[in-house]
T-cell receptor, first 110, second 113 residues
């Protein structure tokens, strides 16, 4: 079945870049997403990438997709303390269910 | 910006009781979903709903669970005879025919005591 894996924890200093990695198993994935969850809050869509793209940039966020290796990454430039949260990658095929990764807790220290 | 609204934000219920979690999806969306997140764990898919019927459900979504779209705006998740292990955050989401992704509500924290 589908499986999405992420590293559990990442710690960076304010102003550095953060790179959060994700691997998935479903080769038929059409869309790949990054969601942010702050403590006690819901899931905020940060960005998504269509599977025929290699890269997408949106302000401080850069998504890289290596479809051959089924590897997705999210780079946050100039990381701020407000970026501290749990980041989930997720994949779907069209309008089917989202399959979420385990989540990466990002801690940004001043 | 359109949003998915969930009520209540927190519900405490006795084991064995029935609960109904409510959601108002974005008005022009056609696909609706329920997910749950047990504390500290990943977000798990429960059920998807399209054209007034369930389109897919997970193995978690057994006979204890049911969904309904009773009118043109609400989308509900009913949990019959709640168990302690049903305690979790339940998220509703909706999606359109576009490529702007799934929009999630802020969740209902269900605590079964």
């Amino acid at each position: 079945g589908e499986d999405v894996e992420q590293s559990l924890f990442l710690s960076v200093r304010e102003g550095d870049s953060s790179v959060i990695n994700c691997t998935y198993t479903d080769s038929s994935s059409t869309y790949l997403y990054w969601y942010k969850q702050e403590p006690g809050a819901g899931l905020q869509l940060l960005t998504y990438i269509f599977s025929n793209m290699d890269m997408k940039q949106d302000q401080r966020l850069t998504v890289l997709l290596n479809k051959k290796d089924k590897h997705l990454s999210l780079r946050i430039a100039d990381t701020q303390t407000g970026d501290s949260a749990i980041y989930f990658c997720a994949e779907s095929t069209g309008f089917q269910k989202l399959v979420f990764g385990t989540g990466t807790r990002l801690l940004v220290s001043p | 910006e359109p949003e998915v609204t969930q009520t209540p934000s927190h519900q405490v219920t006795q084991m064995g009781q029935e609960v109904i979690l409510r959601c108002v999806p974005i008005s022009n969306h056609l696909y609706f979903y329920w997910y749950r997140q047990i504390l500290g764990q990943k977000v798990e898919f429960l059920v998807s709903f399209y054209n007034n019927e369930i389109s897919e459900k997970s193995e978690i979504f057994d006979d204890q669970f049911s969904v309904e779209r009773p009118d043109g705006s609400n989308f509900t998740l009913k949990i019959r005879s709640t168990k302690l292990e049903d305690s979790a955050m339940y998220f509703c989401a909706s999606n359109s025919l576009g490529t702007d992704g799934y929009t999630f509500g802020s969740g209902t924290r269900l605590t079964v005591v």
